[in-house]
């Protein structure tokens, strides 16, 4: 998983999550992007660098806001541009069936 | 260093395990020849994991169930990808093949002994061998709110049946390939190779002599592996088969023409708790076969997935998911789609295009599932559509007629075939009647690949009584 895609899983994952709970989301949405078809995979890597480029250079700035890149994702869910829409829709469907399926489990 | 080659020889060889593979391999092993299938999965015991659950996901589906196939919109789709293909992790509804279909292609593609009469011959062998059967007993709640919400609007619906058993203790098993016809196929005699990805079909003229495959070993390192075989069966399901197809050099007509049921979902809250352990088995069927209304996989996970697909606040029905369940629409579509092997990438690229009826249709879909929900007594509806409002009577639904559009939809799809079909129209074809490959001697084709169209109903029972079928016919001519 490409830095900012975790920057973007951590902000999509609820905060009622504790530290277990993150890493086993975070693992299970690394291992679904590492499997997927290498041209899907590649699509959103290269998203991922293109939408994580100011963020990267806030975060080397030292000024990276927390706040500010979820508000940002959050712009996203509803973009009118499709790749993008998709590109949140498929990182937060990650996210939440994890969260949902660990928490069904109890584990 | 690499490691060395290892050969094998079979009469016949199957690559892939599914409910073309298994059939195909338990026919031919019964019938004394010596088979063996190549399944590019993991063989995982039926019961070890929790059906539609996140282990299950990992373990069984491809790519682990993120695949898509590219287009306005994109579609997420859903192919097993273990000893027993999609029959591991699909709800196991049967239909057979509705006879006006088995009659249009016939016509259409002009396919050789094609008729329902025919074809009901192989579905009752196979309906006899597996088990095909009705729930006992009274359906759970998330069944029955289909069949009261469409009595209620006057509408027809049906509990199909499933390929079940039911245990004597009331358990019901699914009665998948990796339990059934694939362990009876090895009992016959076959030899079922797991975690082995055939990369090409090895050619001398106009026949296939062999299979190059990677096997992958229990340490996770892999061998390279040469299979010789006198006949070879692809059954690897309409992605894999015209990719496999593809990068051997096979080429007319492969892999164009895909077809799915595209699918739109309603996450639908009630006012009791509701059931969520399996798939309804009721189906709305008063606008069938050109569109089908039904119950999807409603695990925890599932609600959550389909509640965000509207982007509306979810937070107090995702609290109560226990009084949640996702319910789908899906259509015939007019539209099309391709499986391309890329150079260099393991996995195809899939595509598919659908057209302005298609879109008109799906809306149409999405509204008559919120008709049929609603009368079912259901007291939210949160459409698979971004913006999409959440309906709470029914003159809320006619904000979803112009809500879902090409940009806004979140479709899905668990059927694709019709990536090789069969019939005598050399131009439209990729297979002969039977299957057989044009201008080879021995390849053939066996499994949902085959079949003209999407048949708008559950696939599986059409694609194992075609399958039935040609392999018969194989054998006859052997």
Known sequence: MLWFERRVVGTLMSPALDADERSAVES???????????????????????????????????????????????????????????????????????????????? | MKPPVETLDTDVLVVGSGAGGAVTAAALARAGRTVMVLEEGPWVDPDALEPFSLEEM???????????????????????????????????????????????????????????????????????????????????????????????????????????????????????????????????????????????????????????????????????????????????????????LQRSGIRWNIGRGLKMHPTVKVAARFESPIDHGGIPMHRVTEFAPSLTIGGSASRRGHVALALADSDADYADALAHWEHVAVYYAAIRSEGSGRVIALPGFRSPLVTYQLTEGDMSRLARALVHLGEVLLAAGATELYPSVTGGIVARGPDDLVHWWNALTRNRANLMTVHLTSTVRIGENWARTGADSFGRIWGFDNLRVNDASLLPAAPGVNPQGPIMAVVARNTDQFLADA
């Open chain 1, 28 to 107: 299970y949405v690394s291992s679904t992007l590492q499997s997927m078809p290498e041209h899907l995979r590649a699509g959103v890597a290269a998203e991922s660098i293109l939408l994580g480029g100011r963020s990267w250079v806030e975060h080397r700035a030292g000024r990276l806001d927390e706040g500010r890149l979820r508000a940002r994702v959050e712009r996203w869910k509803t973009s009118k541009l499709d790749p993008v829409r998709q590109y949140v829709r498929l990182l937060h469907s990650l996210v939440l069936f994890a969260e949902n399926e660990l928490a069904a489990d109890g584990t």
């Open chain 2, 58 to 244: 990992v373990a069984k589906y491809r790519h682990g169930g993120s695949c898509a196939a590219l287009g306005r919109p994109a579609i997420a789709y859903a192919e097993g990808r273990c000893v027993g293909g999609s029959t591991e992790i699909n709800s196991g509804l049967y239909h057979r093949l509705p006879p006006e279909l088995a009659e249009e292609w016939e016509r259409d593609y002009r396919i050789d002994e094609f008729g329902s009469e025919a074809l009901d011959r192989y579905a009752d062998r196979i309906e006899e061998e597996l088990g095909v059967s009705r729930l006992p007993g009274a359906p759970p709640a998330s069944s029955a709110v289909l069949e009261r919400g469409a009595t209620k609007l006057g509408w027809r619906s049906v509990e199909f049946s499933r390929v079940f058993r039911y245990e004597p203790n009331g358990r019901a098993v699914k009665q998948t390939m990796a339990r059934t016809l694939l362990p009876r196929a090895i009992e016959a005699g076959a030899r079922v190779v797991a975690d082995c990805r055939v990369s090409r079909l090895v050619r001398r003229g106009s026949r296939i002599v062999g299979a190059s495959c990677d096997q992958t070993l229990p340490d996770g390192s892999s061998r390279p592996l040469v299979v010789r075989a006198d006949h070879v069966f692809v059954c690897a399901g309409a992605t894999q088969t015209p990719a496999l």
